[in-house]
């Protein structure tokens, strides 16, 4: 499996941006699908966007036009850039990895701690 480690999250204020990055362990990195999630107090984990080895992307509605899904490849490492950020974006933001371009989290091996982000209004 490959080990994940989210950082970047925090508190924000309406309309704020943060930059979440997830490093990863292994040397497969260039192969793996990277997909971020999140999980809202009292609310299911939640897709949120993905991306290939190639850089294909692909997103939730709601995030379309404010979030950017990335990774470099030679660092081993996926980033979530969120700008216009909204008081329902505040979730738990989780990256995972898997072999699959599927939203459904079941489908992703191994995921990272967790990072809070929290978007005061």
């Known amino acids: 499996q490959v080990q994940l480690v989210e950082s970047g999250g925090g508190l924000v204020q309406t309309g704020g941006s943060l930059r979440l990055s997830c490093a990863a362990s292994?040397?497969?990195?260039?192969?793996?699908?990277m997909g971020w999630f999140r999980q809202a107090p009292g609310k299911e984990r939640e897709f949120v966007a993905m991306?290939?080895?190639?850089?294909?992307?692909y997103y939730v509605d709601s995030v379309k036009g404010r979030f950017t899904v990335s990774r470099d490849n030679a660092n081993n490492t996926v980033y979530l850039q969120m700008n216009s950020l909204k008081p329902e974006d505040t979730a738990v933001y989780y990256c995972?990895?898997?072999?699959?371009?599927?939203?459904?989290?079941?489908?992703?091996?191994?995921w990272g701690q967790g990072t809070q982000v929290t978007v005061s209004s």
């Open positions: 995972a990895a898997g072999s699959r371009f599927t939203k459904a989290a079941s489908d992703y091996d191994s």
């Open positions: 991306i290939t080895g190639t850089s294909i992307t």
């Open positions: 292994g040397r497969t990195f260039r192969s793996l699908i």
